[in-house]
């Protein structure tokens, strides 16, 4: 049912258990796991303009190879392919499913309610809305 299951990830600590559940649906099936790390560059520009845009974008590429790293050691044997990219994750993650035969999405979200949703909205919720496959969200702490 699944070949290819997108993993995107943040590196931070609450994503442990949406990757277990990856790992295990990836296990399952047999699927190749997709780690996918963007880096937010369309929130960059409200940046001071002493800001050095080599090193921010730097310090993202270093998050976004942790990130990776983290993944690739948890999934042990099964077989990941990882990507590093810029921009809205939203549309990042989007463009990448389609573009790469995804069969589902395994993401965590922050749980943002109330006023902070409305206002900022959710990469998760952003994605449900318009992923092309099915996403299975996975409530974070």
Do not use: C, F
């Not at 780690?35 to 369309?42: I, S």
């Not at 990448?96 to 979200?109: F, K, L, P, Q, S």
Request: without cysteine; charged residues 25%; glycine residues 6%.
């Amino acid at each position: 049912m699944y070949d290819n299951i997108l993993l995107p990830t943040d590196g931070s600590e609450s994503m442990d258990s949406v990757l277990d559940h990856a790992i295990e649906l990836a296990t399952v099936h047999d699927a190749t796991l997709h780690a996918l790390y963007v880096a937010n560059t369309a929130s960059l520009s409200d940046l001071p303009m002493e800001s050095s845009w080599e090193n921010v974008s730097a310090a993202l590429r270093k998050q976004g190879e942790d990130a990776i790293k983290t993944v690739e050691e948890k999934a042990g044997d099964l077989l990941v392919e990882t990507t590093i990219l810029e921009g809205s994750p939203s549309r990042e993650i989007v463009d990448y499913a389609e573009e790469n035969d995804i069969d589902v999405v395994v993401m965590g979200t922050h749980g943002r309610s109330g006023v902070d949703r409305l206002l900022l909205g959710s990469v998760a919720e952003r994605v449900l809305r318009s992923s092309p496959v099915p996403v299975l969200a996975i409530r974070l702490d």
